[in-house]
C-alpha cells in the first residue's frame, strides 16, 4: 500500500508544486537586469515539506519494491478476495548492509571515474550559461560503456566473480548506494558556500537547507574539469543499470539453465536505450537537468540510486519467473519498442538539426514562428504533433519493457505508471519554464500546437 500512496502522492505534488514564498519573480521576457544569484522565490515539490517526504519516500519506494516482489514471490491482484496478495517475507532473511556491497559500489564508483579522466574523448563547449560562461565537457561515455561491458563479462566467465551476486546481494547494494547518494548530496550542498563566483542554480537558492539541498544549490558543481553533475548523469548509475541486467540473466541461467526470450528482449532494449544515450551524450549539456537544475539529492539520488536500482525491475522479476511468450507476442512487442524509438530519435533528431542549422535540408521545410528572443519555435513536423511528442515515444518503449513479463504480477508495470506521471512532471515544468522565457510567444505557440505530450489526447 506504501507504493500506492507514494504514487498518489508524489502526482499531487507534480500537479499542484507551485508555492510562492515571495512575490513571484518578474518575467524572464521582460528587460530588467537581474542579479546573477536571485534568491528563489517559488517552491516546488511543495517545499521544504514535500523535500522531507522524498528524502525519506525515494528510498522507501526502491525498498518497498524490493519486498512487494521478492524472488519466486511477486505481489498479485485477483478477481476474488483477497484482491490484493503480498508475498511473506522475514526481513531477518535479507542482509540490508554488507563490506562486499561498499567495495563493490565504492568500486564501481571510481572506475567510472578512471575511465572517464583516461580513456580518450572530445571535448565538446556547454549551453552559455546566464553569467556568459561555457563550460567544457569531456564525451566518452560510449567508450566507457563497451570497456564496463566486457570487463564485467570476461570477469564472470574467468571466473573471477560470478554476476548472480548483483541479484544475490541487490539488496545490500541498494542500501549502500542510497547512503552513498545521500553523502554525496551533503557534500554538494556544503561545497555550494565554498569558493567565490559559484553559479547558483535558480531553483536551488531559497535558503532553506532542506529544500535547497534536495533540489541542489549549485548549477555546476565541478572539480577542476571534472563535471560531478554531467558524471552522474550518465555514468555510474546508466551504464550499471547495464550491468545489472546482465547480472539478472546471469541468475536465471544459474537456475534454470538458459535464458528466456523474456530476459533476452529487455536486455537488448534496454541496453540500446542506455546505448542510444551515450552515443548522442553531446545532446545532455544541452537538457534542462544540466542547464537549468541544481545538483542536489533529486539528481544526485535519481542519477545513482532510481535508475539502476528501480529499472532493473523487470529484469530482476524475470530471474526467477519465466513467463511464457509465443512468436506473436514477440514481434507484437519488438514493433512497440521500434515505434517509441522511432518517434523518440526522430523527434529528438530533427530538434537538434533544427537548433543547429535551420537550413539544413533535413529540417529546411520544418514551419516555426520567430520569437522576441531571437530563437524559433518548431510548429511542424515532429513537434507539430505534440510540444513533448518525444515523452510519447519514450512512454511506448516503456510498455515495451514491461510487456514481456506476462500479468501474473502488475509490480512490473510500476515503471510504466511512474514514468507517465514523471514526464507530465516535466511538461509542466518545461511548460512553466518556457513561459517565463518567451512570455506571449508562448502562449502563440501553444494555441498553435496544443497538444502537450499524446496528439489530440493529452
Not at 537456475?255 to 540500446?272: A, C, D, R
Request: charged share 15%; hydrophobic share 45%; with cysteine.
Amino acid at each position: 500500500m506504501f507504493l500506492f500512496f507514494f504514487l498518489f502522492f508524489s502526482l499531487f505534488c507534480f500537479f499542484f508544486c507551485g508555492g510562492s514564498i515571495e512575490e513571484e519573480r518578474e518575467n524572464m521576457s521582460g528587460g530588467k537586469k537581474e542579479e546573477l544569484n536571485p534568491k528563489t522565490t517559488e517552491y516546488e515539490f511543495m517545499g521544504p515539506l514535500g523535500a522531507i517526504f522524498m528524502f525519506f519516500g525515494l528510498p522507501g519506494t526502491v525498498y518497498g519494491l524490493f519486498f512487494i516482489c521478492l524472488p519466486h514471490d511477486c505481489a498479485k491482484i485477483q478477481t476474488e478476495e483477497p484482491y490484493f496478495i503480498f508475498p511473506k517475507c522475514n526481513f531477518e532473511d535479507f542482509r540490508f548492509f554488507s563490506w562486499d556491497a561498499v567495495a563493490v559500489v565504492l568500486g564501481w564508483f571510481f572506475f567510472q571515474v578512471a575511465l572517464e579522466r583516461i580513456l580518450p574523448g572530445t571535448w565538446i563547449k556547454g549551453t552559455k550559461l546566464r553569467n556568459g560562461d561555457q563550460l567544457d565537457y569531456k564525451m566518452n561515455g560510449l567508450k566507457a560503456m563497451f570497456v564496463s561491458v566486457v570487463a564485467v563479462v570476461a570477469g564472470h566467465y574467468l571466473g573471477y566473480f560470478d554476476l548472480a551476486y548483483l541479484h544475490d546481494d541487490f539488496l545490500a547494494l541498494a542500501s549502500v548506494t542510497i547512503i552513498f547518494a545521500a553523502i554525496m548530496s551533503v557534500y554538494l550542498y556544503v561545497i555550494s558556500f565554498m569558493g567565490k563566483n559559484k553559479l547558483l542554480a535558480l531553483g536551488g537558492n531559497s535558503g532553506n537547507p532542506i529544500y535547497d539541498m534536495f533540489i541542489g544549490r549549485e548549477l555546476n558543481p565541478r572539480i577542476g574539469s571534472f563535471d560531478l553533475k554531467v558524471f552522474c548523469e550518465l555514468r555510474p548509475g546508466l551504464i550499471g543499470w547495464v550491468v545489472l541486467n546482465l547480472g539478472m540473466a546471469a541468475k536465471q541461467i544459474s537456475e534454470t539453465g538458459s535464458v528466456t526470450p523474456s530476459m533476452i528482449l529487455v536486455n537488448i532494449f534496454q541496453f540500446y536505450y542506455v546505448f542510444d544515450a551515450l552515443f548522442f551524450e553531446p545532446a545532455i549539456v544541452t537538457t534542462m537537468d544540466i542547464t537549468t537544475d541544481g545538483f542536489g539529492f533529486m539528481l544526485c539520488f535519481g542519477d545513482l540510486v532510481w535508475v539502476p536500482f528501480t529499472y532493473t525491475l523487470q529484469c530482476r522479476f524475470l530471474a526467477t519467473n519465466s513467463p511464457d511468450l509465443g512468436m506473436i507476442e514477440v514481434a507484437g512487442i519488438v514493433m512497440l519498442q521500434l515505434l517509441g524509438l522511432y518517434i523518440f530519435r526522430g523527434a529528438n533528431s530533427q530538434k537538434d538539426k533544427f537548433r543547429k542549422n535551420p537550413n539544413d535540408p533535413a529540417v529546411a521545410h520544418i514551419k516555426y514562428i520567430d520569437t522576441k528572443r531571437g530563437t524559433r519555435l518548431m510548429i511542424s513536423g515532429w513537434w507539430g504533433m505534440s510540444r513533448h511528442i518525444n515523452y510519447f515515444g519514450d512512454w511506448l518503449m516503456a510498455w515495451a519493457w514491461c510487456l514481456p513479463c506476462g500479468f501474473a504480477s502488475p509490480i512490473p508495470y510500476f515503471y510504466v505508471a511512474y514514468f507517465a506521471v514523471l514526464l507530465i512532471h516535466r511538461q509542466i515544468r518545461d511548460d512553466h519554464f518556457c513561459h517565463q522565457k518567451y512570455g506571449k510567444d508562448w502562449d502563440k505557440y501553444c494555441s498553435l500546437v496544443p497538444s502537450r505530450i499524446v496528439p489530440y489526447i493529452y
